[in-house]
């Protein structure tokens, strides 16, 4: 059944997307647009939390961020890899949520299932597309993909303003008790020694922020380029 969206979110492991999306999520919802994750695996390979757990968590962040759907796919944690079955599978949601946009995870940083994920879903979204693809749904192409950036050192192209829904994102990452609670580090993010995980977010989309003149930010890159028809249309864009 098409459950049609406006932005769509695919990450490797529950939580990637609040870390990295949840600001942006959250500002379009709360602007009306319908918004929603996919999870690739349910995370249930890392050392914190069994699958029922975070699974729960999910759900909870999902119902913070104002996401009208969450859904998992179920590949294997840990052994993500850009196949073309799960090429076929992420196809598949793409073409039931129909988005406009799709935001992905960069290549880069530490963990295999985050490159690999980055490529899984642009091939996905390609094959999303073609007509000879078959399906129960008809083929979609998202307009624009994302890839956000944050926690590494690639210089983003779009940054976009979360300041106002700064602590929804926060509260979407407190719903995860079983990876955040105490947590000093998590993923990309790697302890600085003084600092708690949720502090150590604040001061990255707080330094994004500032690369566009506001509190806080989320980072991205496009990687190709964009067409206006004016330079004035560049001003004042927002989700
Ligand atoms: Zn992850």
Known sequence: MIESLD?????????????????????AASNGKRTGVL????????????????LEEA?????VLGL???????????????????RLQVAHWIRTFTPEILL????????????????????AAYSAGLASLSGDAPPHR???????????????????????VMETKID???????QFDQAIEAGDILSNGISDLIEQVRF????????????YGEPYVLGHPIRFDSPLDILGRSL
């Open 7 to 27: 932005i769509l979110a695919i990450a490797a492991h529950p939580d990637d997307a609040e870390l990295l999306m949840g600001g942006t999520l959250a500002r």
């Open 39 to 54: 999870d690739l695996t349910t995370g249930a390979a890392g050392t914190k939390g069994d699958e029922a757990t975070r």
């Open 59 to 63: 759900a909870r962040a999902a119902s």
């Open 68 to 86: 009208a759907v969450r859904e998992n796919v179920g590949l294997p944690d840990a052994h993500l890899e850009a196949t073309v079955l799960n």
């Open 104 to 123: 992905i995870q960069h290549a880069g940083g530490r963990n295999p299932d985050h490159y690999a994920a980055s490529t899984l879903c642009r091939e």
């Open 142 to 164: 998202p307009r624009l993909i994302l890839e956000a950036v944050s926690f590494l050192a690639v210089n983003p192209e779009v940054v976009i303003d979360i300041s106002e």
């Open 172 to 178: 979407s990452l407190r719903a995860y008790a079983s």
């Open 204 to 215: 990255r989309n707080q330094a994004y922020g500032a690369l566009v003149q506001a509190p």
